[in-house]
């Protein structure tokens, strides 16, 4: 098992459901969202996924692309990033960061180079969701060198057979995507449409190997409680982006606490 899966299953032994985040790294500014961070982290989330911003980020919606064309405004740089991570990762070793970007800056950058950094800094996971597995092979090798997961993302859309292999191979987590389309709203809330999203995962549980994240669309507390026993991390984006945007940090805090309300 992988030091980030070993990590997931340690805190499913206390809590019915895992908590992540996402944040858009250099949102509004860099050192305004590693405040934003340090926040969520002291309020005890259990994973941040950061996001480095690119200008063309496909799978995300109207929020999201809004705030990483906001941070690419300034002059960030991968390293830079990764360097604040391993500050926060230092400083927070009850919680799990995770590095979500695509693929352009991160070839940039040298996927090497990455998986070899991400390990000095304890960031366990990458999540690059337009690099297909089949053209891999280079970089599941790099983190399979530096015990770093590279984690994959599923979707209802995604092929029966491509799916099964997917969630054979997963490695820290399985990235499920609840619904098709990109990061916001969701659209998969009335009774017939949950029985899919219920026999998707249910299907993916039956081929996975690895600890399983749902998100895309996750703005309720129902929502959430609807994912307890059918997944082990509730993943948190757009709508913890909307409420930030609208109250500030405390607007936001609110939102988590109603969504993952403390014991």
């Known amino acids: 098992m992988s030091q980030l899966a070993d990590f ?3 805190k499913r032994q206390v809590k019915p459901i895992l908590s992540m985040t996402h944040v858009v790294y250099g949102y509004p500014t860099r050192q305004q969202s590693l405040a934003w961070m340090t926040r969520l982290l ?3 989330v259990d994973f941040i ?3 480095f911003p690119f200008s063309d980020p496909v799978a995300d919606g109207p929020s999201i692309v809004a705030a ?5 405004e300034q002059t960030l740089t991968v390293e830079d990033f990764l360097t604040d991570m391993g500050v926060l990762a ?4 009850d919680s799990r960061i995770v590095l979500m970007s695509y693929l352009n800056p991160m070839y940039r950058y040298g996927l090497d180079k990455l998986a070899k950094r991400a390990a000095e800094i304890n960031m ?4 690059i969701p337009d690099l297909p597995i089949e053209l891999s092979a280079d970089y599941i090798a790099a983190c399979e060198a530096n015990q770093i997961d590279p984690i994959w993302l599923v979707t209802p859309v995604t092929p029966k057979e491509r799916l099964e292999m997917l969630a054979s191979k997963a490695s820290g987590f399985l990235y499920c995507v609840a619904r098709s389309g990109v990061t916001g709203h969701s659209n998969h809330e009335g009774k017939g449409s949950t029985t899919s999203v219920d026999d998707y995962l249910a299907h993916i549980k039956a081929h996975a190997k690895a600890p399983m994240g749902v998100g895309f669309g996750l703005r309720e507390r129902h929502q959430i409680e609807a994912l307890i026993g059918k997944a082990d991390i509730a993943i948190l984006g ?5 409420a930030y945007n609208q109250g500030g940090e405390d607007a936001g805090i609110a939102l988590l606490n109603t969504l993952f309300p403390k014991k």
């Open 8 to 10: 997931i299953q340690q």
């Open 42 to 44: 002291t309020e005890g």
């Open 49 to 51: 996924e950061v996001q």
């Open 68 to 72: 990483c064309h906001k941070a690419l």
């Open 90 to 93: 230092r400083d927070f070793p």
């Open 124 to 127: 366990p996971g990458l999540i």
């Open 238 to 242: 757009s709508a913890l982006l909307d």
